[in-house]
C-alpha cells in the first residue's frame, strides 16, 4: 500500500496517559548538545527545528527536532559516518537501566527478548521484533516515522551497538553473526564492515541482526544473576515512571477526549478551556517541549490521515471535516504543503496499489 510520509505507522499504547504521536515524544537533548558544542554551535545543525536559535537549549527535545539535527549532520556535517566515530568510543545506546540489563543478561536471547520489549519506545522512531528464522535468531528493527536523511544512523547505531553485544558475549568477534541492512550501501560502507566483522548484506528484505541460536542461547559470560534481575526489575518501573512524567500526558488528553466529544481537532482555547488553564499557559508548555499548538496538532492528526483517505466511502468533503477543516480546499492545500502531493493524488495511488 501507498504510504503517506511522514505519517507515524507506530500502534498506541493503551496504557494510560494516552500516547504522544511519536514525533511528539521528547528526548533527553545532552548528547546532541554536546556535538553542537564541539562543532563551534554551527546554525545548520538546528535548521528546520523549533530550537534553531534557542539558548539554553532545553533538556529534552521533540523526536521530530531529534531526527532533523541528526539528518543535518548527515548532509551538512564535517563527516557524514559521524555516529560510526562514537560507536568505536562505545558510546551507551541507551540511558539507565537498559543498557545494564542487556550486558549481564543470562544469553543473548534473553538480552534480545529485553530490547525487543523495551526499546521500541526508547524514543520510539523504531519498532524491535524478535522471530526465529531457521537455525537463527533474529532481531528487526523497522522505522516507525519517515527517518528522511536520519535513516543511516537511526538504524546503524543500534545494530552495531547489538553485534558488539553479541561479541561482549562470546568473548570475541561475532563471526557466526549477520547483520542486514534495508538500503544500498551508503559511502561508508566499508566502515560499517570493519566495525560489525560479520558477514553484512545490504539491499536486504529488512534491518536486522541474526544469531545462530546455538550461540544466542549460550550462556553469557559476565552474566551476574543479582544485576539482571535489578536490571530487569528497573527497566519496567522506568517505564511507568515515563510514562508518568510525560510533560505534555494531560495535554494529550484534554485533545483526545475533546475530538472524540467533537469528532474534530479541537482549537487551542476548548483544549486550554479543558485544563482549567490560559492559553497562554498552554503555549508556554508547548513552547518549553520544542512545539506550537499549529505543529503538535498536525502529529496528533496523522495517524488518523490514512486511515481516512484509504476509505472510499468517505468523499473529500468528509475527510476534511472529520479532520476539522474548513472545507476541502484548505485541507487539500495544507496536505500537499505537508505531503507534496494533494489527497485525490494520494487516492489515487492507492487504488492503483
Same mark, same amino acid.
Given at each position: 500500500?501507498?504510504?503517506?510520509?511522514?505519517?507515524?505507522?507506530?500502534?498506541?499504547?493503551?496504557?494510560?496517559?494516552?500516547?504522544?504521536?511519536?514525533?511528539?515524544?521528547?528526548?533527553?537533548?545532552?548528547?546532541?548538545?554536546?556535538?553542537?558544542?564541539?562543532?563551534?554551535?554551527?546554525?545548520?545543525?538546528?535548521?528546520?527545528?523549533?530550537?534553531?536559535?534557542? +539558548?539554553?537549549?532545553?533538556?529534552?527535545?521533540?523526536?521530530?527536532?531529534?531526527?532533523?539535527?541528526?539528518?543535518?549532520?548527515?548532509?551538512?556535517?564535517?563527516?557524514?559516518?559521524?555516529?560510526?566515530?562514537?560507536?568505536?568510543?562505545?558510546?551507551?545506546?541507551?540511558?539507565?537501566?537498559?543498557?545494564?540489563?542487556?550486558?549481564?543478561?543470562?544469553?543473548?536471547?534473553?538480552?534480545?527478548?529485553?530490547?525487543?520489549?523495551?526499546?521500541?519506545?526508547?524514543?520510539?522512531?523504531?519498532?524491535? +521484533?524478535?522471530?526465529?528464522?531457521?537455525?537463527?535468531?533474529?532481531?528487526?528493527?523497522?522505522?516507525?516515522?519517515?527517518?528522511?536523511?536520519?535513516?543511516?544512523?537511526?538504524?546503524?547505531?543500534?545494530?552495531?551497538?547489538?553485534?558488539?553485544?553479541?561479541?561482549?558475549?562470546?568473548?570475541?568477534?561475532?563471526?557466526?553473526?549477520?547483520?542486514?541492512?534495508?538500503?544500498?550501501?551508503?559511502?561508508?560502507?566499508?566502515?560499517?564492515?570493519?566495525?560489525?566483522?560479520?558477514?553484512?548484506?545490504?539491499?536486504?528484505?529488512?534491518?536486522?541482526?541474526?544469531?545462530?541460536?546455538?550461540?544466542?542461547?549460550?550462556?553469557?559470560?559476565?552474566?551476574?544473576?543479582?544485576?539482571?534481575?535489578?536490571?530487569?526489575?528497573?527497566?519496567?518501573?522506568?517505564?511507568?515512571?515515563?510514562?508518568?512524567?510525560?510533560?505534555?500526558?494531560?495535554?494529550?488528553?484534554?485533545?483526545?477526549?475533546?475530538?472524540?466529544?467533537?469528532?474534530?481537532?479541537?482549537?487551542?482555547?476548548?483544549?486550554?478551556?479543558?485544563?482549567?488553564?490560559?492559553?497562554?499557559?498552554?503555549?508556554?508548555?508547548?513552547?518549553?517541549?520544542?512545539?506550537?499548538?499549529?505543529?503538535?496538532?498536525?502529529?496528533?492528526?496523522?495517524?488518523?490521515?490514512?486511515?481516512?483517505?484509504?476509505?472510499?466511502?468517505?468523499?473529500?468533503? +468528509?475527510?476534511?471535516?472529520?479532520?476539522?477543516?474548513?472545507?476541502?480546499?484548505?485541507?487539500?492545500?495544507?496536505?500537499?504543503?505537508?505531503?507534496?502531493?494533494?489527497?485525490?493524488?494520494?487516492?489515487?495511488?492507492?487504488?492503483?496499489?
Amino acid at each position: 500500500m501507498t504510504k503517506i510520509e511522514p505519517i507515524p505507522a507506530g500502534q498506541e499504547r493503551c496504557d494510560p496517559p494516552p500516547e504522544l504521536a511519536i514525533e511528539l515524544r521528547t528526548t533527553p537533548a545532552a548528547f546532541m548538545r554536546q556535538i553542537f558544542d564541539d562543532l563551534g554551535r554551527p546554525g545548520w545543525m538546528t535548521a528546520g527545528t523549533l530550537i534553531a536559535g534557542r +539558548e539554553p537549549w532545553p533538556d529534552r527535545i521533540t523526536v521530530r527536532d531529534h531526527l532533523a539535527i541528526i539528518g543535518n549532520l548527515v548532509q551538512h556535517g564535517p563527516n557524514p559516518a559521524y555516529h560510526v566515530e562514537f560507536f568505536k568510543a562505545r558510546v551507551p545506546l541507551y540511558y539507565g537501566a537498559l543498557e545494564s540489563a542487556m550486558r549481564y543478561a543470562p544469553s543473548i536471547a534473553e538480552a534480545f527478548a529485553l530490547i525487543a520489549e523495551y526499546a521500541s519506545e526508547r524514543p520510539g522512531w523504531l519498532r524491535f +521484533e524478535l522471530r526465529e528464522c531457521g537455525d537463527w535468531l533474529e532481531l528487526g528493527l523497522e522505522p516507525t516515522i519517515a527517518l528522511g536523511a536520519a535513516r543511516g544512523p537511526v538504524i546503524e547505531v543500534p545494530l552495531l551497538a547489538f553485534a558488539n553485544l553479541v561479541s561482549r558475549y562470546l568473548g570475541r568477534p561475532a563471526w557466526e553473526t549477520r547483520v542486514l541492512f534495508g538500503y544500498a550501501p551508503p559511502d561508508h560502507a566499508a566502515q560499517l564492515r570493519e566495525q560489525l566483522e560479520c558477514e553484512v548484506t545490504f539491499a536486504a528484505p529488512r534491518n536486522a541482526i541474526q544469531v545462530r541460536r546455538e550461540f544466542a542461547e549460550r550462556p553469557n559470560i559476565v552474566f551476574d544473576r543479582d544485576l539482571w534481575l535489578a536490571a530487569r526489575d528497573k527497566c519496567a518501573a522506568e517505564r511507568r515512571a515515563r510514562l508518568a512524567a510525560e510533560p505534555l500526558g494531560d495535554l494529550t488528553s484534554a485533545f483526545d477526549r475533546l475530538q472524540a466529544m467533537r469528532n474534530r481537532p479541537p482549537r487551542l482555547g476548548e483544549v486550554a478551556g479543558q485544563m482549567g488553564l490560559s492559553q497562554r499557559t498552554v503555549i508556554r508548555r508547548l513552547h518549553d517541549n520544542g512545539l506550537t499548538y499549529a505543529s503538535y496538532r498536525e502529529a496528533r492528526e496523522q495517524p488518523h490521515l490514512e486511515r481516512l483517505l484509504g476509505d472510499p466511502s468517505l468523499t473529500l468533503e +468528509e475527510v476534511a471535516a472529520q479532520l476539522g477543516y474548513a472545507d476541502s480546499s484548505t485541507f487539500s492545500r495544507s496536505f500537499k504543503r505537508r505531503f507534496g502531493q494533494t489527497p485525490g493524488q494520494f487516492r489515487k495511488a492507492l487504488d492503483a496499489s
